[in-house]
């Protein structure tokens, strides 16, 4: 039912590889859906599914067992599994595995390995209770030992963590350094002393999210890469993570527009279908051009990483722009299924709880803005370069 002003892939071979995904999804996620979302338990058999699929190494380097598919692949593939559920298509993606390029052999092969295959998974542990936007207030920290590293630290809101086998932490080393003195760390959830406290959340049932206590030892070989370069590593994987975040906003944003219009067309009021009336029409208008402005915006930001251009804010204004879009369609889906837009047997009320996540995580459209006024120089220069 999708609209061709949206067919914005460039070869036949993009459009291929969303067929197969759209496929995977609808095989694989739509019937696991109902069941993850009731329960809020991951259905961790999705994860060798994908990786038979080769969604879980797409963009990872073909030198560390990856696919080395460009981050426009990884944009459709996230897009078409958060149509069919965002909150299953979060546990699917692989962006922050090109982090295995600053491991050893060693955690390359421990956890790397297994995670290609679908056995085991990690998570991001950035975020502290006061430290999310404000990432350098954080007081967690990793001390040398005898041995290797004493890390004490509470990461808050933490993706995947209830069941993951392995996290990315990054804690300080050297407090004063500040912006260097952060360094990364592979900890594996079975060391004594990590535990993980499920929280509940307003959307994305079927994504599991924990707070994380690590009061523990470690050795050495822990640290991943070279301490002091956490902040710069964050930042390396949250400009891919930008642009996936905006197609998971995408794929909700298209979800909630495809029901609607489904919507308007079946249901009749005052003796026509409710898509004949013009309030309606120029509704669903509105929220194609909405959808199609982030998709828009998703592609160029996909295009300009594969291309190398970082640190342009395109990928900030992309993920401004989807995840308020998402917001701004499932609400305007909401009124269009009217009253029953509030029962829970229909899917727009988790097209609009799972949403609502989007602009306050992975940088909040605050920080976004704010970067983008920093990375663009709309402050010292005087228009758009005329
Ligand atoms: C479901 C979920 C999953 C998450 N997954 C992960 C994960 O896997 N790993 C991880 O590390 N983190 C994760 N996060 C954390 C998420 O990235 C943070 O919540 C987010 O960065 C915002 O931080 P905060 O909640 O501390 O808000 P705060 O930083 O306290 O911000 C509060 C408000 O103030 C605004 N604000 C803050 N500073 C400024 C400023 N300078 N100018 C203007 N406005 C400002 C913000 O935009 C926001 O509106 C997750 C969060 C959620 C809810």
Not at 106 to 127: H, K, M, N
Not at 136 to 144: D, E, H, T, Y
Not at 289 to 308: F, I, K, M, P, Y
Request: proline share 3%.
């Amino acid at each position: 039912m999708t609209s061709v002003v949206l067919d914005l892939d460039d070869t036949d071979e993009q459009r291929a590889f969303r067929s197969s995904v759209r496929a995977f999804a609808k095989r694989e996620l739509a019937p696991r859906s109902d069941e993850a979302e009731a329960t809020g338990k991951y259905p961790r058999e999705l994860l060798k599914k994908a990786a038979d699929q080769g969604l879980i190494g797409l963009t990872l380097a073909e030198e560390l067992g990856g696919l080395g598919a460009g981050v426009r692949y990884q944009a459709i593939a996230t897009e078409e599994l958060a149509y069919v559920c965002a909150g299953l298509a979060t546990g699917l993606n692989g962006l922050g595995l090109n982090l295995f390029k600053y491991a050893s052999q060693e955690q390359r092969d421990r956890y790397l390995v297994p995670t290609l295959a679908g056995e085991c998974t990690g998570s991001f542990a950035i975020t502290e209770p006061d430290a999310g936007s404000d990432v350098l207030n954080m007081s967690g920290r990793a001390v040398r030992t005898a041995d290797g590293w004493r890390i004490t630290a509470n990461k808050m809101y933490i993706t995947k963590a209830p069941f993951a086998e392995y996290l990315f932490v990054v804690v300080y080393t050297d407090k004063e350094a500040r912006r260097n003195g952060l360094s990364a760390f592979l900890v594996d959830t079975s060391t004594p002393g990590v535990t993980v406290e499920k929280m509940d959340k307003l959307g994305h049932w079927s994504m599991e999210t924990g707070m994380v206590y690590l009061d523990c030892e470690l050795p050495a070989e822990a640290l991943l890469g070279e301490e002091g370069r956490g902040l710069e590593y964050v930042g390396e994987t949250l400009e891919l993570g930008r642009v996936n975040h905006a197609s998971r906003s995408l794929g909700v944003a298209r979800a909630a527009y495809d029901a609607a219009v489904a919507y308007a067309h079946d249901r009749s009021t005052f003796g026509r279908p409710i898509n004949q009336h013009q309030a309606i029409q120029f509704k669903l208008a509105r929220m194609l051009t909405t959808v199609r402005s982030a998709a828009l915006h998703v592609r160029d930001a996909a295009v300009r990483v594969e291309q190398g251009q970082t640190t342009t804010g395109a990928t900030n204004m992309a993920k401004l722009v989807a995840s308020e879009a998402a917001v701004s369609v499932a609400t305007d889906a909401m009124q269009v299924f009217g009253g029953m837009s509030y029962i829970m047997e229909t899917p727009v009320q988790r097209f609009l709880r799972d949403a609502f996540l989007y602009p306050v995580s992975e940088g909040t459209s605050e920080i976004q803005l704010r970067n983008i006024a920093r990375l663009t120089g709309i402050v010292s220069t005087t228009g758009c370069g005329h």
